[in-house]
């Protein structure tokens, strides 16, 4: 069965610190990963997948298949980074049905 | 185009209600999705249609939820008999079929549920 582990649920630096949040996964087949946000009163919206390969807003995310991870990572975090992050994967070969992690509170301090 | 609209954004009632929560997707999405979210469990895939038909409602708790999609512009998620349980937020979710991989899902605001 298919699983998302975000291991932190609050994760709290300081502006202009790097910021790893860590995204696990187990699925024995080829899956699509994404990070989703949701910054204060606003919608839960896409960040990035990994088969855009793109950095969006500073974020980067590498897809390890090795270590079946995909963590979200910035080099320098800004206050308006502060939201909740949930890492999401989807089976490559079924379209429709996403399977979220239970999130992570990232707080930046001014 | 104003997005994925819920109604209501609140609600409050009473244990043994039934509740209605309503989905207009995004204009040409083919995919809906309901998502439950609450502190225990995160985000939870309730059901999704494709082309208005049901896929898969295996994440639907009990019989006391049942959803619809009439037409391609609205969907509802009923609870009835509604238990202090199900209090949460309800997600509305629409996206579209992409060729080779999972299209963007674009949410609406959610619907917060409180069962007294």
């Known amino acids: 069965a298919q699983r998302v582990t975000q291991p932190e649920k609050l994760l709290s630096v300081f502006k202009g610190a790097p910021v790893e949040l860590k995204c696990n996964y187990s699925y024995s087949g080829s899956p699509e990963l994404f990070w989703y946000v949701q910054y204060s009163r606003q919608r839960l919206q896409l960040l990035l997948r990994h088969i855009s390969r793109e950095s969006i807003k500073g974020f980067t995310a590498d897809l390890n298949k090795g270590e079946t991870s995909f963590h979200l990572k910035k080099p320098f975090a800004q206050e308006e980074d502060s939201a909740m992050y949930y890492c999401?994967?989807?089976?490559?070969?079924?379209?429709?049905?996403?399977?979220f992690g239970r999130g992570t509170q990232l707080t930046v301090w001014p | 185009d104003a997005g994925v609209i819920q109604s209501p954004r609140h609600e409050v009632t009473e244990m043994g209600q039934e509740v209605t929560l309503r989905c207009k997707p995004i204009?040409?999405?083919?995919?809906l999705f309901w998502y439950r979210q609450t502190m225990m469990r995160g985000l939870e895939l309730l059901i999704y249609f494709n082309n208005n038909v049901p896929i898969d409602d295996s994440g639907m708790p009990e019989d006391r939820f049942s959803a619809k999609m009439p037409n391609a512009s609205f969907s509802t998620l009923k609870i009835q008999p509604s238990e202090p349980r199900d209090s949460a937020v309800y997600f509305c979710a629409s996206s579209f079929f992409v060729s080779g991989g999972q299209g963007e899902l674009f949410f609406g605001e959610g619907s917060r549920l409180t069962v007294l």
């Open positions: 204009s040409g999405h083919d995919y």
């Open positions: 999401a994967l989807t089976r490559g070969s079924t379209l429709g049905r996403l399977y």
